[in-house]
C-alpha cells in the first residue's frame, strides 16, 4: 500500500499552466505504475497520463502534446506539467499507484486536487 498526496492544482485562464505534484510514501521506483486521472462532473473518470517501472508513459488523447509527466525518484514525486489548459480540462485530478508488495497487490489512490480552467 501506498499514500499518495496530490498538490499543485488551482484557478487558472484558459491559455495558462499549472504543475501538479503527487507525493508517494515509498520509493516509487518500486511502484509499477504511478500517474494521474481526472474526473469532471458529469463525465466518467479518465486517464491523463500514467508512467511506469519500465520507463513507458502513456498519455490520455486529449492532452497529448500539451501535458507531461515526469517522476523525481529520489523526492518519490510524479509530477503532471499542464500547458495550453482549456476549460475541458477542469477536473479533480488524482494520483494513482499500482503495484505489488510480496503476494498482495495494490491500487491507492490519492485525495484529488482540483483544476479549474477558466474562458
Known amino acids: 500500500q501506498v499514500q499518495l498526496v496530490e498538490s499543485g492544482g488551482g484557478l487558472v485562464q484558459a491559455g495558462g499552466s499549472l504543475r501538479l505534484s503527487c507525493a508517494a510514501s515509498r520509493t516509487i521506483f518500486s511502484i509499477n505504475a504511478i500517474g494521474w486521472y481526472r474526473h469532471a462532473s458529469g463525465k466518467q473518470r479518465e486517464l491523463v497520463a500514467v508512467t511506469t517501472r519500465g520507463g513507458k508513459i502513456n498519455y490520455g488523447d486529449s492532452v497529448k502534446g500539451r501535458f507531461a509527466i515526469s517522476r523525481d525518484n529520489a523526492k518519490n514525486t510524479v509530477y503532471l506539467q499542464m500547458n495550453s489548459l482549456k476549460p475541458d480540462d477542469t477536473a479533480v485530478y488524482y494520483c494513482?499507484?499500482?503495484?505489488?508488495?510480496?503476494?498482495?497487490?495494490?491500487?491507492?489512490w490519492g485525495q484529488g486536487t482540483q483544476v479549474t480552467v477558466s474562458s
Open positions: 494513482n499507484a499500482k503495484g505489488r508488495i510480496g503476494a498482495a497487490s495494490y491500487d491507492d
